[in-house]
């Protein structure tokens, strides 16, 4: 799955990786994949005036809190930078995924948005290591790749990540226990 800004997050991931102690480059390339996808569905020019304070770009950043003009943060490029930093500044703190991603969310704290930000996020991370990891083995022809991190198997559309179903399934299971 290949956007338009893909070269400009790929880029901004290899810049910013070794400035934090938690994720690999691809796995940083994901995760900045998943949190444009949860905040703005890769459109540019969002806009979520309903937040505390206007959030926009890509990455929702908070112009408010982050004293920096609506402007610069609609430009692509400048957004995933700024976003990216905000985001390894938070797993620098907390070196931990699920915390960091709750941090970046709530503003420099971790807050009760577990289900309806944290495990979409994941989930979408998730599913961008998985297509990722797929892409890579089909440019080596193919290669079956077995560890205990990720079990590919190939079935009649692609590929599918055993971890990726079984953290989807589990979410799931949250989801219907918070609502019974």
Known sequence: MSNIYDPYIADTAKRYVNNQPVLNVDELFCLIKAIIRKESNFNANAIN????????????????????????????????????????????????????????????????NYITYVVPVLTYYAFYKTTQLASKASVADKTKQNSNKDIISENEGGYINLKFLLMFAVAMLIIVRLFK
């Open 49 to 112: 005036a309903s937040k505390k304070e206007m959030s926009v770009g890509l990455m929702q950043i908070n112009i408010k809190a982050h004293n920096v003009s609506k402007e610069l943060m609609l430009n692509p490029i400048a957004n995933i930078d700024y976003g990216t930093s905000y985001l390894v500044y938070q797993l620098n703190r907390y070196k931990n995924l699920e915390k960091a991603i709750s941090a970046y969310n709530a503003g420099r704290a971790i807050s009760g």
